[in-house]
């Protein structure tokens, strides 16, 4: 029996963004537990102020390095619905596309570089390149492929220019698309290969449940396994889904009594957000090779592992890589043809709302009547996940307090990780006690 | 020879720079090879004191980010600055052309006043310490990146170009955004990122600080032939060049 622990793990590694944990164990009882967030503010929504409605998307891509296609698209939404712009079915699913292509990007860094180390054993990617050589290049390559597939679309693989409240500035020629469709097709034995060295370790993913509600997108019409388009749905919301322009409703930004922190809750005093919330509110709408992978691992609806976000950001790689190839089919048949975009200042106010790789994500801007940003309000996953995060340490310290030090902290660390924090998001910051 | 000691560090930013480095995908694994890495903790579990070259990505945007920069820069030989973030201060001097009580009451509302979520100015690496090299862009162009990387391991000075980008913009052919209706600052900051933007349709906005001894005059008249107001391309110039320093490398 462990009578005192003192963990502090300052700055959590192998995340994107600074976040601490502190456990505090005196005498078998806890004292002190904690998901700290120290990332220095950068205060976004404050500074598009006074910015053209055409500028929005160029300065908040910027909130993010890992999301940034995401974070553009859900402005751009939100620009566009406050303007009352339409876009075309050829730029939506070109945009689809695009977004599609960061999922795989951020999925196969998180699940290759940042938490598969935890599952050899090993401090980072770098000691893994010696040992297990052909599994590191095959994530390498399936990067890389994404970071390709994401220069073609947004122009860029980071901060995408491709992107104009309406449409898009330049679309591939039919000729690339073949191309990106055949590199597709040519990448799931990779994928497969990778899942494959993911399932033999997958015994070294800690076994730890608690009931939670997951947030995500849900498209009805027509039915979707959606990152896209659609409503804000639960698993306690009885199926339904709420439009997003009444997230706040979901969100509901609160201040937490024993650190005055702001989080998010809904229905219960926290929800969680991410590949496996949309999982669980949507996994029967998976593609063939999405639901082939969830069996491999034996992922089912309802589970609420927290630790297997991982693997479900897996199994949403074989389901973008199948759609996508299918929906470059859909815009090969009709013909691409380069649209005309124009758009004209108007006031007004409007949401945006996307799935990130690392879960739902809210934009929301106001404009005068010369299009320039009134106010502004965004609200990311990671926030979203820090209180699901700190429930998730209540209930499982109790349950681990007699391994050792080193293995609670490891646990803890996993945690985070597994949720893949992106913590230089965080644009409400935490309002956190710090104790050392 | 020993390898040399590289770690890389990250304040105020999106990490996006970082980003681009891990975008190296197969060159990293050669790179990696040639360099021995001791902290990024982006990417590794593992911490060190000791370094040879400090990597920066990020702002100052705190006092206490101030201290933490100066030890680096009395640890490292060489100090690089990595994306705009650091080179110019990036869309984070947005913040600065605002009062900044008023900036944090716009964010934080009633928890305006709490200590930790205190903020100063933002300032580029080169305002608080001395800056060796700066890799410019938002994020960073990675062979250029490489380019800079290697140049420095074989003890050579990098070449940064002194030109716009209107110049890689032409010889690229594109057609000229203005044409288009477009308030494009390609005449006016540095290149090295091969018109990137303006080649997939968008206006070029500053990522890359101005070139030395931008030609005002020339924006000024592209302006008039467009018959636009100096207010419109301040506005535009305000996303990434807000109080910009000189950015000579």
Redesign the interface.
């Known amino acids: 029996m462990h009578k005192n622990m003192n963990i502090n793990v300052h700055?959590v590694?192998?995340?994107?963004?600074h976040g601490n944990i502190v456990v505090n164990v005196n005498s078998g009882k806890i004292e002190k537990l904690q998901w700290q967030v120290?990332e220095?503010?950068?205060?976004?929504?404050?500074?598009?102020?006074?910015?053209?409605y055409q500028?929005i998307q160029?300065?908040v891509s910027?909130?993010?390095?890992?999301c940034?296609i995401t974070h553009s698209l859900a402005s751009t939404k939100a620009v566009e619905s406050a303007l009352g712009l339409e876009v075309s079915e050829q730029d939506d699913k070109l945009r689809i596309l695009m977004h599609y292509s960061e999922q795989l990007q951020s999925h196969t860094?998180h699940v290759g570089?940042?938490a598969a180390?935890d599952f050899f054993g090993e401090?980072?990617?770098?000691p893994l390149?010696p040992k297990a050589t052909d599994a590191?290049?095959t994530i390498?390559?399936a990067?890389?492929i994404a970071?390709e597939w994401s220069d073609l679309l947004a122009?860029?693989?980071?901060?995408p220019?491709?992107l104009?409240p309406g449409g898009l500035?330049?679309i591939p020629t039919e000729q690339q698309l073949r191309q990106l469709q055949q590199t597709l097709k040519d990448a799931v034995p990779d994928l497969k290969a990778i899942a494959e060295v993911v399932l033999s370790v997958a015994g070294n993913i800690p076994q730890f449940e608690r009931d939670t509600e997951y947030v995500s997108l849900k498209q009805t019409d027509p039915p979707t396994y959606t990152f896209y388009h659609g409503g804000i749905t639960s698993n306690d919301n009885k199926g339904a889904a709420l439009p997003i322009e009444k997230w706040h409703d979901v969100a509901n930004e609160y201040?937490c009594e024993q650190s005055?922190a702001?989080w998010t809750k809904w229905h219960r005093d926290s929800y969680a957000v991410g590949a496996l919330a949309r999982f669980n509110n949507n996994a029967e709408l998976l593609s063939t090779m999405g639901k082939a992978a969830a069996d491999m691992f034996g992922l089912k609806k309802g589970c609420c592992n927290p630790y297997m976000n991982t693997v479900a950001q897996l199994v949403e790689c074989f389901h973008i890589v199948e759609v996508s190839i299918n929906l470059i089919d859909e815009l090969l048949t009709k013909g691409l043809k380069q649209e005309k975009v124009t758009s004209s200042p108007k006031a007004g106010r409007g949401s945006g709302c996307v799935e990130a790789p690392r879960g739902i994500l809210f934009h929301d801007y106001e404009f005068d009547k010369n299009g320039l940003c009134t106010a502004a309000d965004i609200c990311i996953p990671t926030n979203q996940n820090h209180a699901s995060i700190q429930k998730d340490f209540e209930k499982l310290v109790p349950e681990i307090i007699n391994e050792s030090e080193d293995s609670v902290r490891l646990k803890l660390e996993m945690l985070v990780r597994s949720y893949d924090p992106c913590i230089?998001c965080s644009?409400?910051?935490l309002?956190?006690k710090?104790v050392k | 020879m020993s390898k040399p000691r590289i770690a890389i560090f990250d304040f105020a930013c999106c990490e996006g720079c970082q980003l681009q480095i891990v975008n190296l995908e197969e060159e990293l694994l050669d790179l990696i090879d040639a360099v021995d890495v001791v902290e990024w903790r982006e990417a590794m579990s593992e911490q060190s004191h000791e370094y040879d070259i400090a990597i920066i990505e990020g702002s100052i945007t705190r006092p206490e980010d101030e201290k933490r920069i100066e030890v680096i820069r009395s640890r490292a030989k060489i100090l690089i600055a990595l994306g705009a973030c650091a080179t110019i201060g990036g869309v984070n001097k947005l913040k600065n052309n605002f009062d900044l009580a008023d900036v944090k009451k716009c964010v934080y509302g009633k928890s305006a006043d709490m200590p930790h979520l205190d903020t100063a100015l933002t300032k580029a690496l080169d305002e608080v310490v001395k800056v060796d090299y700066k890799i410019h862009g938002c994020p960073i162009d990675r062979k250029e990146f490489t380019y800079i990387v290697r140049s420095l391991l074989m003890g050579k000075t990098p070449d940064i170009p002194l030109y716009p980008v209107c110049v890689e913009c032409k010889a690229k052919g594109n057609p000229c955004l203005w044409d288009e209706g477009q308030v494009c600052l390609g005449p006016i900051i540095r290149a090295g990122c091969g018109a990137r933007c303006p080649s997939f349709g968008f206006r070029c906005f500053g990522c890359r600080g101005y070139v030395d001894n931008p030609n005002v005059n020339a924006a000024k008249d592209i302006i008039e032939k467009y018959g636009l107001t100096t207010d419109v391309l301040k506005s535009k110039m305000l996303l990434f060049g807000s109080m910009q320093e000189p950015t000579n490398a």
């Open positions: 700055h590694t192998r995340v994107e963004g120290p220095a503010p950068r205060f976004f929504e404050a500074m598009v102020r006074g910015r053209s500028d160029t300065i910027r909130i993010c390095g890992i940034s860094l570089y940042l180390p401090p980072s990617v770098v390149v590191v290049k390498v390559k990067h890389r970071n122009g860029r693989t980071t901060h220019v491709t104009i500035t330049k201040v005055t702001k230089s644009t409400h910051m309002d956190v710090f």
